[in-house]
Nanobody, 124 residues
């Protein structure tokens, strides 16, 4: 079992930045690939970014590429999502997730554990 707790969401103006943090506890954090997903009202949950267990590879949705950066610190059991140049369309609840196999990092159904989410609101 892995417990995930997100933090760092909030209200920011367009063009601003936020840094989301996900703290993991339970099983060995470094055994899991980690991902960030988001869900806006009335829309399906969508992939944002993912990072492999070692941190050696990162993947991004086209909509956030060049603006968001995912990173992890296995010593601190933490994964971060640095979000820059935020746009109103980035408004959503952001979820952290852990994937034991790491085979389908962009796919919601591949992830084994999820956090409760943190709200990000970008005003225009």
């Amino acid at each position: 079992q892995v417990q995930l707790v997100e933090s760092g969401g909030g209200l920011v103006q367009a063009g601003g930045s936020l840094r989301l943090s996900c703290a993991a506890s339970g099983r060995t954090f470094s055994n899991y690939a980690m991902g960030w997903f988001r869900q806006a009202p009335g829309k399906e949950r969508e992939f944002v970014a993912a990072i492999t267990w070692s941190g050696g590879n990162a993947y991004y949705a086209d909509s956030v590429k060049g603006r968001f950066t995912i990173s992890r610190d296995n010593a601190k059991n933490t994964v971060l999502l640095q979000m820059n140049s935020l746009k109103p369309e980035d408004t959503a609840v952001y979820y952290c997730a852990a994937d034991r196999l790491g085979l389908g990092l962009t796919l919601t159904d591949e992830y084994d554990y999820w956090g409760q989410g943190t709200q990000v609101t970008v005003s225009s």
